[in-house]
T-cell receptor
Framework: AQSVTQLGSHVSVSEGALVLLRCNYS??????LFWYVQYPNQGLQLLLK??????LVKGINGFEAEFKKSETSFHLTKPSAHMSDAAEYFC???????????FGAGTRLTVKP | KAGVTQTPRYLIKTRGQQVTLSCSPI?????VSWYQQTPGQGLQFLFE???????NKGNFPGRFSGRQFSNSRSEMNVSTLELGDSALYLC?????????????FGEGSRLTVL
């Protein structure tokens, strides 16, 4: 079975500071990994996805994530936080043998002025 | 192109009633998945339909059911509603034949059970 664990349900950073949201995965097959963002009263929107083409994945809005197989991690980063980045972020995993995508518990990002 | 449409956006029901939610995916997306989102449990997978067939199912009781039509529109039904069914129900469409691609989410149907 595949799963993801997000470390930290809440993360608070100052505007302009580095954003680091942590995600570790568990998978018995090569995983497909995703980061989604959810703004209030909206559905989820894809930020980026890892599909084994490159370990460093660049997404929208300046976010990127690095796949580290040795650490089974797929942490999300952004060099400089913006107020508009305040939202909930979800890490997700799927794979060839699974016909569903499994999500982490989510991390709520707060950006302080 | 049009996004994923979920109706209704908000609804209030009482315990014991039943509810039907609708989801229209992006044109050409044959896979539709449903998720329940609550503050305590996060995003929980309900089921996934592909070409009118339920392809995968999460760990929910039989009160939760769904179906998909030939135009890929999907409905989910919850019978004998309980207070704990209050949640945001999200559907998501996907292109392709497996689940390795991006999910395209609707804005959700927020169900309140009184």
């Amino acid at each position: 079975a595949q799963s993801v664990t997000q470390l930290g349900s809440h993360v608070s950073v100052s505007e302009g500071a580095l954003v680091l949201l942590r995600c570790n995965y568990s998978s018995s097959v090569p995983p497909y990994l995703f980061w989604y963002v959810q703004y209030p009263n909206q559905g989820l929107q894809l930020l980026l996805k890892y599909t084994s083409a490159a370990t460093l994945v660049k997404g929208i809005n300046g976010f990127e994530a690095e796949f580290k197989k040795s650490e089974t991690s797929f942490h999300l980063t952004k060099p400089s936080a913006h107020m508009s980045d305040a939202a909930e972020y979800f890490c997700a995993v799927s794979g060839f043998n699974n016909n569903d995508m499994r999500f982490g518990a989510g991390t709520r990002l707060t950006v302080k002025p | 192109k049009a996004g994923v449409t979920q109706t209704p956006r908000y609804l209030i029901k009482t315990r014991g009633q039943q509810v039907t939610l609708s989801c229209s995916p992006i044109s050409g997306h044959r896979s539709v998945s449903w998720y329940q989102q609550t503050p305590g449990q996060g995003l929980q997978f309900l089921f996934e339909y592909f070409s009118e067939t339920q392809r995968n199912k999460g760990n929910f009781p039989g009160r939760f059911s769904g179906r998909q039509f030939s135009n890929s529109r999907s409905e989910m039904n919850v019978s004998t509603l309980e207070l704990g069914d209050s949640a945001l129900y999200l559907c998501a469409g996907q292109s392709g034949t497996d689940n390795t691609g991006e999910l395209f989410f609707g804005e959700g149907s927020r169900l309140t059970v009184l």
